[in-house]
């Protein structure tokens, strides 16, 4: 699909829906790429919430952000689309009737979506329930007749200086209990890497707060460890932080893709939902741990939205994730 001449000689539009949360935009970045080489004239507008503006400014593909959101991971009732409707509309949100309809309300020239499980006769590539999310938007828009790599997932160095360079990051937060492995045994870890003489921090998103400074009094770490915990830490100061990390330590959130995206090594806690939909590349500086039971559903053997943490993440125990630390590569040389 090559660049169009937009509707009544003005520049073309797409409207690409993605309202989640930060590693849900780090997984689609291959896309936004593929959409971004392939149609270089276009005006590519983003409908995300308005907290990941800094975000989307460091991707350097996107153009507009639009505002949108819902609650838990559910598909915004509206768009405040302003102006002639998009020339090509995206389903970067998911498969079912309501992310395709409230795109298909805008009335675009052409809507890309997949077909919804069970709907065979529905125009668009077969939803697979056992695909990394890179890989699903990526065949999305292969099916449509765009390159695009799922690999091409990296983001550039941030500008800003790190203010804990060679730290090693605690990231104890994610958006479900589920995720969360529990305070005191990331406390453990950190309590023993401090003894070993590594510098330690805590990473914590808004409402977060509580909950590193928990951590870090369990490692016996100073408040100054805790970093963020009241609003969101700005994202060039977040990046910061990550980039120039020994390491991350993280359950499945948007702070393990930010890990990954900028090829700090990293040890990524699994619960409820395998590594092999949401886990770092297997072959970068990562370790994804994980402990399902043989008798257990192989992708999603739980509630990836419980409130309390998953029976799979707390099999983890304190000393295989030192041990995973311990064995990572060296991060990367950074200017």
């Known amino acids: 699909m090559g660049p169009r001449r937009g509707r009544a000689g003005r520049r073309p539009t797409v409207a690409v829906l993605r ?7 780090l997984t689609a970045v291959p896309a936004l790429r593929a959409l971004r080489a392939a149609l270089p004239g276009h005006e590519l507008v983003l409908a995300a919430p308005g907290r990941l503006e800094d975000a989307v400014r460091a991707l350097g593909v996107v153009d507009r952000l639009l505002p949108a959101q819902a609650p838990g991971r559910g598909v915004p009732t509206t768009l405040a689309w302003s102006g002639p409707p998009p020339d090509l509309a995206v389903d970067l949100h998911g ?16 809507l890309f979506v997949f077909a919804p499980p069970g709907r065979p006769l529905w125009h668009g590539p077969r939803w697979r329930a056992d695909e990394h999310e890179r890989d699903r938007w990526c065949r999305l828009l292969r099916w449509y007749g765009l390159h695009a790599d799922p690999g091409d997932l990296c983001l550039p160095l941030p500008a800003e200086p790190s203010p804990v360079p060679g730290a090693v990051v605690l990231h104890p937060g994610a958006d479900a209990g ?27 998103g808004a409402a977060e707060g509580a909950l590193a400074r928990r951590v870090a009094a369990y490692a016996g770490l100073g408040p100054g460890a805790v970093l963020g915990g009241g609003p969101d830490l700005p994202f060039g100061r ?24 900028l ?19 297997t072959d970068g ?35 295989e994730v030192l041990t995973a630390i311990r064995t990572l590569p060296p991060p990367p040389p950074r200017p």
Do not use: K, N, Y
């Open 19 to 25: 309202a989640l949360g930060l590693g849900d935009l």
């Open 95 to 110: 498969c079912g009737p309501p992310s395709r309809l409230l795109l298909a309300g805008l009335r675009p020239g052409r």
């Open 178 to 204: 589920a995720r969360r492995w529990p305070a005191e045994r990331f406390g453990a870890v950190g309590r023993a890497l401090a003894r070993e003489g590594h510098p330690v921090v805590v990473v914590a």
């Open 238 to 261: 977040l990046a910061a932080v990550v980039a120039h990390a020994r390491c991350v330590v993280a359950g499945d959130s948007g702070v393990a893709h930010l890990a990954t995206a």
């Open 263 to 281: 090829r700090t090594p990293s040890v990524v806690l699994f619960g409820p939902v395998a590594p092999r939909l949401w886990g770092p590349p």
């Open 285 to 319: 500086p990562h370790r994804a741990l994980w402990h399902p039971a043989p008798t257990e559903d192989p992708l999603r053997p739980g509630d990836a939205h419980a409130p309390v943490p998953d029976a799979r993440l707390l099999r983890i125990p304190v000393p």
